[in-house]
């Protein structure tokens, strides 16, 4: 049986940091009620110079040096990005580009907020199918660049950041399993509307959230799909080591946490200085838990993503 393991991992977040103390003079917002809400405190800002695939590329280069692996071993390059910087080429050939590889498979997958798990379980396909040896999975946001400045109820949310991981084909266990979801009736709830059409912006360019049926559906969405993946696995929530979920808001993590009877100490926590990376959340929150070891070789993680389509799912991970 071949496993896609990872292998390295790698984070990006741009230097400048926007706090609280920042938005209160911004909207009428203040960091009590921005905190106890959503458990951030901070989020990191693309410099105005800085593209999606700056980011990725920063996020990407580390990953591959964790990993020891040269970019010309790399057969697959996936960026998972909801903030790409062309219609066309892909931010993932632009990466390719910057990083010098020539020849790789590489494309984009837009699934929002749960992009970067639907992109690490196509690259765990291509894997098992024997297709791909080494792919670069790359989460990649500049989502301050899609919020309405003025909006308090969106633009407190969010921030800029890339995660990476490298994964290799293996005979030890790896990814288990993915449990990936989407349901387009639940598209108004948290949406981008425009298009580009004859060579301009057609609608409204800015994030738009029905913030409380998105919360709703977030809990209910990320119970179900923990515990679909655990049953798929006949693994009991004692198996896992540690949960590292989307980082949107500090409620939704701690209700999954709680379902799973995990103690949030099991709980991979950045939301609180990265705001809602979007694609790049969990990459990010994976990469700092190896990096200050706490996340271990052999440990069982449970990965979750919720975010606009609506999308959902779960990975679960021997790493
Ligand atoms: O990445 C994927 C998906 N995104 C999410 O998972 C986000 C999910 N949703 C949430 O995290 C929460 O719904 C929010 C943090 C967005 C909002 O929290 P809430 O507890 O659901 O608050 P609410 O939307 O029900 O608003 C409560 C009040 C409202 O005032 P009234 O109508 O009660 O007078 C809002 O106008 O809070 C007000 N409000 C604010 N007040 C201060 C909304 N935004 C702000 C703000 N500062 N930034």
Redesign the pocket.
């Known amino acids: 049986m071949t496993y896609s393991r990872i292998i390295g991992t790698g984070g990006y977040l741009p230097e400048k940091i926007l706090t609280n103390a920042d938005l209160e003079k911004l ?4 960091d009590q ?2 905190f106890e ?2 458990g951030i405190r901070s989020r990191h800002l693309a410099a105005e110079d800085q593209d999606t695939c700056d980011l990725a590329e920063q996020a990407a280069r580390r990953a591959l040096t964790a990993a020891q692996c040269d970019v010309h071993q790399l057969d697959l390059i996936i960026v998972a990005t909801t903030t790409p910087d062309r219609v066309f080429p892909s931010t993932a050939c632009l990466l390719q580009a910057r990083l010098g590889n020539h020849g790789a498979m590489a494309f984009d997958v837009q699934a929002v ?1 749960s992009g970067f798990l639907y992109a690490l379980s196509i690259a765990d396909k291509f894997i098992k199918t024997g297709s791909v040896r080494r792919a670069l999975i790359v989460g990649a946001e500049i989502f301050s660049r899609l919020l309405d400045w003025t909006d ?2 969106t633009c ?2 969010f921030g800029d950041g890339a995660g990476a991981v490298v994964v290799e084909a293996s005979a030890e266990q790896g990814i288990l399993s993915s449990h990936l979801h989407a349901d387009g009736a639940y598209k108004d709830l ?1 949406t981008v509307p425009a298009t580009v059409t004859q060579g301009r912006l057609n609608g409204d360019g800015f994030t738009k ?1 029905q ?2 049926e ?2 709703k559906f ?1 809990v209910r969405a990320l119970s179900q799909v923990v515990e679909e993946a655990l049953a798929a696995n006949q693994l009991d929530q004692s198996a896992i080591d540690w949960l590292v979920p ?1 980082q ?2 500090i409620r ?1 993590i701690a209700a999954t946490a709680k379902k799973l009877k995990l103690p949030m100490e099991k709980v991979v926590v950045t939301v609180s200085g990265h705001g ?1 990376t ?1 694609a790049a959340s969990v990459p990010l929150a994976l990469d700092v838990a190896v990096r200050d070891g706490r996340i271990q070789r052999g440990q069982m993680l449970l990965l979750e993503a ?3 389509g609506f999308t959902w799912g779960a990975v679960l991970v021997k790493f």
């Open positions: 909207v009428d917002t203040s009620w921005i809400r959503t907020c308090r109820s407190v949310l948290l959230m913030g409380n998105v919360f977030a989307h949107a808001n939704i809602n979007s919720v975010g606009g």
